[in-house]
């Protein structure tokens, strides 16, 4: 069935050092590919997103890279601080009945240790 | 700023009970979904609406119903509340009918427990 696979669950890093979240998908058709953070207690937001037509994008320091014929996607945040912490979902477009719907992944709890 | 509101932010309810769950957003957003978040399981798509009127079965309709009269407000009901509903529910908007290739926004969420 539909499904979006991320990994790893959980993810401990020192800040300044880099962090990577990978993402497979199912649905070969899927052509959106947004990332979210959650803080503690706070809703989701999404920090960048991605279309199938590019392979890479970079907003300050937070990249996503993706590979189609893989059918995977992946977040590099660099030079991490504490102020990253949280939990990351990303999330793939999949047709359901002529409309478009969003499969997320499970999540991955980021934590940054200064 | 897009505003999603959902009506609480903590809910305890009893087995059995009707529940409302409501969510207005306040940018003209055609599209407006229901989520429920549970850890290790990320958000699953409840429901959505493209259109007042109008609405769409998600991944785990079963047990919800919704309804969209107004195109700002998006409402979730449990028929019968039961033990394992008991989670938290997130309300979502964007902006094109019919398009989920593009930016969600969401609320708050509600934090629903089922005694």
């Known amino acids: 069935g539909e499904n979006v696979e991320q990994h790893p669950s959980t993810l401990s890093v020192q800040e300044g050092d880099s962090a990577v979240i990978k993402c497979t998908y199912s649905?070969?058709?899927?052509?959106?590919f947004p990332w979210y953070k959650q803080e503690l207690g706070k809703r989701p937001q999404l920090i960048i997103d991605?279309?199938?037509?590019?392979g890479e994008k970079k907003d300050q320091r937070i990249a996503v890279t993706l590979n189609k014929t893989a059918k995977h996607f992946s977040l590099h945040i660099t030079e991490t601080q504490p102020e990253d912490s949280a939990v990351y979902f990303c999330a793939a477009s999949m047709s359901s009945g002529g409309y478009n719907k969003l499969i997320f992944g499970a999540g991955t709890r980021l934590a940054v240790h200064p | 700023d897009v505003k999603v509101t959902q009506s609480s932010r903590y809910l305890v309810k009893r087995t059995g009970e009707k529940v409302f769950l409501e969510c207005v957003q306040d940018?003209?957003?055609?599209?407006m979904f229901w989520y429920r978040q549970d850890p290790g399981l990320g958000l699953r798509l409840i429901y959505f609406?493209?259109?007042?009127?109008?609405?769409e079965k998600g991944d785990i309709p079963e047990g919800y119903s919704v309804s969209r009269e107004k195109k700002e407000r998006f409402s979730l009901i449990l028929e019968s509340a039961s033990t394992n509903q008991t989670s938290m529910y997130l309300c979502a908007s964007s902006l094109f009918a019919g398009d989920s290739n593009q930016p969600q926004h969401f609320g708050d969420g509600t934090r629903l427990s089922i005694l």
């Open positions: 940018m003209d957003h055609e599209n």
């Open positions: 649905d070969s058709a899927s052509n959106y």
């Open positions: 609406s493209y259109d007042v009127k109008m609405k």
């Open positions: 991605i279309r199938s037509n590019v």
